[in-house]
């Protein structure tokens, strides 16, 4: 299984990036696909997570209303489109693929870094 990012960067406070995880390797249908953030000196926090079928998301409530999770089958991706950007949410994100939605296992990217400054 490989899970590449892409789309991180730096942005001004009150901006938007858009996060890409392309996944190889495995049928895509069958993960659950969830974004995780760590900022430095931090603990790895799940951001967001979609459920295998895409039928169903959850959201941490640091980003209810500012973030959106979603995939597309066709090209085995997952994006995190990230609206409302705060300095707070500096961090290295990272994609991870869980088989059937066991979201204490799974598979991770390499990591995209989001830099939020003015």
């Known amino acids: 299984a490989q899970l590449v990012e892409s789309g991180g960067g730096l942005v001004q406070p009150g901006g938007s990036l858009r996060l890409s995880c392309a996944a190889s390797g495995f049928t895509f249908s069958e993960y659950g696909m969830s974004w995780h953030r760590q900022a430095p000196g931090k603990e790895r926090e799940l951001v967001a997570r979609i459920r295998s079928d895409g039928g169903s998301t959850e959201y941490a409530e640091s980003v209810k209303g500012r973030f959106t999770i979603s995939r597309d089958f066709g090209k085995n991706t997952v994006y995190l489109q990230m609206n409302s950007l705060k300095p707070e949410d500096t961090a290295v994100y990272y994609c991870?693929?869980?088989?059937?939605?066991?979201?204490?296992?799974?598979?991770w990217g390499q990591g995209t870094q989001v830099t939020v400054s003015s």
């Open positions: 991870k693929a869980s088989f059937r939605n066991l979201w204490s296992r799974g598979n």
